[in-house]
């Protein structure tokens, strides 16, 4: 197995939920990570597991240059990717993302916000896509506005630069931010700008992180099943192995909404 970058919270959150998969079956995991996903790394990387002696290799958290990439590269051995958005190329289990930011931007329509604006991340990654995606077809069927996505990078910090912004706008009574750490930084950033939560913005998250029912206000979040990921994933790869071929299958997992104090009814 091999990761893109293991360093958010969804990513680790993935590879955990593998690790976790393993340990009730005989099959041993290597991780090679790849924090630069060009053409040379991962050819480096796909040697490394070789010689491992690999007989599966599961792509965590990858972009799409670096699928396409992966999928011309001389792999021998079936591949699994892991949490990646749309493609055809090689088989996948994902998190329905674009299924969790419409259910996010219904809830808020439905609690009577006019619109809800969007925080997403890097624009090069597929995840994201899936959740402004959901999030804008979703206000676009509700008839309000759409207004301008920001893009961040996932971290606290950027939520918080980005949430100083929204702050003054007394306009902005609702944001659906595309992960938690981003939208502890927007919590931060309206409470300095004396913008209550949820009295005067409701807040949603993504992903799930444990530590979002300690934020203050406890933080309404997309919650994203990595455990069920990981077992899914592993199941997919030893079937591939046994049958000793690439069907190219995608497997796709819920995601599930979970209330809590961070969202109310519009003022």
């Known amino acids: 197995m091999f990761s893109l970058d293991p360093t958010t919270y969804g990513k680790t959150s993935a590879l955990l939920g593998i690790h976790l998969a393993t340990r009730d079956s005989d099959q041993v995991v290597s991780i090679v990570s790849v924090p630069v996903s060009d053409h040379g790394s991962l050819r480096t990387a796909v040697e490394r597991l070789r010689g491992l002696a690999v007989e599966g290799i599961l792509l965590v958290a990858p972009g799409r240059e670096a699928i396409d990439t992966f999928a011309e590269l001389s792999v021998h051995v079936p591949v699994v990717v892991v949490a990646a958005g749309p493609q055809e190329r090689l088989s996948a289990v994902a998190i329905d993302d674009y299924a969790g930011a419409v259910a996010a931007t219904r809830h808020l329509l439905e609690l009577g916000h006019r619109t809800v604006s969007h925080i997403g991340g890097p624009a090069d990654r597929e995840d994201p896509g899936l959740r402004l995606a959901g999030w804008r077809d979703t206000l676009r069927a509700a008839g309000a506005d759409i207004p301008t996505p920001m893009v961040g990078d996932w971290s606290a910090g950027v ?32 409470s300095e700008a004396g913008r209550r939560v949820p009295e005067d913005v409701s807040i949603v998250g993504f992903d799930g992180s444990p530590h979002g029912e300690f ?39 819920p995601a599930e909404l979970i209330v809590r104090a961070s969202t109310a009814a519009a003022a």
Not at 173 to 184: C, E, F, R, S
Not at 219 to 248: D, H, P, W
């Open 159 to 190: 939520g918080y630069e980005l949430g100083r912004r929204l702050a003054l706008r007394r306009d902005v009574t609702a944001i659906l931010v595309a992960n938690d750490q981003m939208a502890l930084g927007v919590m931060h950033a309206l």
């Open 215 to 253: 934020f203050n206000p406890p933080l309404t979040i997309v919650r994203q099943n990595y455990a069920e990921l990981g077992r899914r994933s592993l199941r997919l790869l030893m079937s591939e192995i046994e049958l000793g071929s690439n069907a190219r299958i995608r497997e796709t997992i």
